[in-house]
């Protein structure tokens, strides 16, 4: 069974860097392709990074040229290294896996979820 830990996530001041990680077990990571998501109080989940399973990479317009998503496949991890951190970057950051062929931004895509790790950053 599929079994997602994230980790990393605190408190930082605007500027700051966060490197977030995704522990994976049951699966095999470079089969999947991966996503990060993040969720702010009164909004709707979004989509940060994807990376398909050829390692190709996409990123939410409001982070590019900040957050890096990675993977390390011998430790079957996700990473996501948020630099230039901004407060309306504040959520609860989640990663996630999907069997599907394709990559997409769409939460509903994915069919896998770790429990989330919490950013939060101040002005």
């Known amino acids: 069974q599929v079994h997602l830990v994230e980790s990393g996530g605190g408190s930082v001041q605007a500027g700051g860097s966060l490197r977030l990680i995704c522990d994976g077990y049951g699966y095999t990571i470079s089969n999947y392709c991966m996503g990060w998501f993040r969720q702010a109080p009164g909004k709707e989940r979004e989509g940060v990074a994807i990376?398909?399973?050829?390692?190709?990479?996409n990123y939410a317009d409001s982070v590019k040229g900040r957050f890096t998503i990675s993977i390390d496949t011998a430790k079957n991890t996700l990473y996501l290294q948020m630099n230039n951190l901004k407060p309306e970057d504040t959520a609860m950051y989640y990663c996630a896996a999907t069997w599907s062929r394709f990559a997409t931004m769409r939460p509903a895509d994915y069919n896998y979820w770790g429990q989330g790790t919490q950013v939060t950053v101040s002005s």
């Open positions: 990376m398909d399973k050829a390692g190709s990479t």
